[in-house]
């Protein structure tokens, strides 16, 4: 695994930043496989840079759209990870609608729609079962609990090592979400972290010994890159490497 840590000086410049990786891991996706697969994450933080791939020309045909975690929530509700990326990005350009990926929501048990949500990456990827099948990027937010994705502290959801899709929770909400073994099966893992309310957990995500129970986002150790991208407020006391 290579690990960098990159802090960019404001917002924007980490949005910039984050773009030109994306676009960069893309191109060569695209190169070697014909084909570029991507998994988002939600919360506030990824929103302008959706919007800013959204004003890219790209051979959208080309690129396949995950998300890494969803909220147990139907698609036009305002909590969906999915109604905000269609509304930031995949409703601005013209990708076939084959290419995008939703989590299944409408199943009445998070159970059901997580292991529909398996098979159906399992039959993309055409990966056999016990498999972790590798997409490009991932994308992580971290929350000021060090959660990523839905992998809460302290929750089931960090136990579970042999599938790719798991339930999560965050108290009573109920959430779909990627294991961590299968965010590690990534060519490349960014994290996308902004805000100074982010720093108690960083410190702890980064410390030489901390609980990957109790701070979530210790988990994430890929076999591929793995790519810290901060703002100044978020990361300023942190190394860069
Ligand atoms: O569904 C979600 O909420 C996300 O996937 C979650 O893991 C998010 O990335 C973090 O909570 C950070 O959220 P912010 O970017 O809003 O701080």
Redesign the pocket.
């Known amino acids: 695994m290579s690990k960098k840590i990159e802090v960019l000086s404001d917002q924007a410049a980490l949005i910039a930043r984050s773009l030109e990786l994306i676009l960069s891991k893309l191109e060569t996706a695209i190169l070697l496989r014909g084909r570029f697969t991507i998994a988002l994450?939600?919360?506030?933080?990824?929103k302008p840079l959706y919007e800013a791939i959204a004003n890219q020309k790209l051979p959208w045909d080309k690129i396949h759209v995950f998300w890494?975690?969803?909220?147990y929530v139907p698609s036009d509700h305002p909590d969906s990870?999915e109604l905000m990326a269609r509304r930031a990005w995949l409703d601005r350009v013209d990708i076939p609608a084959t290419n995008i990926h939703p989590t299944p929501t409408l199943d009445g048990d998070p159970a059901v729609s997580a292991a529909k949500y398996e098979k159906h990456l399992q039959e993309f990827f055409q990966a056999t079962p016990g498999e972790f099948p590798s997409l490009d990027v991932i994308l992580?937010?971290?929350?000021d609990d060090a959660?990523?994705?839905?992998l809460f502290p302290h929750t089931e959801a960090l136990k579970v090592s042999d599938r790719l899709i798991t339930v999560g929770n965050k108290d009573t909400s109920q959430?779909i979400t990627f294991t961590y073994p299968f965010i590690n099966a990534a060519r490349c893992v960014m994290f996308v972290v902004a805000?100074a309310n982010k720093r108690p957990a960083l410190a702890q995500v980064f410390a030489p010994n901390a609980s990957d129970f109790t701070y979530p986002s210790r988990l994430i150790q890929p076999q591929g890159e793995l790519w810290w991208l901060l703002d100044a407020a978020a990361g300023s006391e942190l190394k860069q490497r």
């Open positions: 994450s939600g919360g506030s933080t990824p890494g975690d969803e909220r990870n992580l937010g971290m929350g959660h990523t994705a839905s959430r805000g």
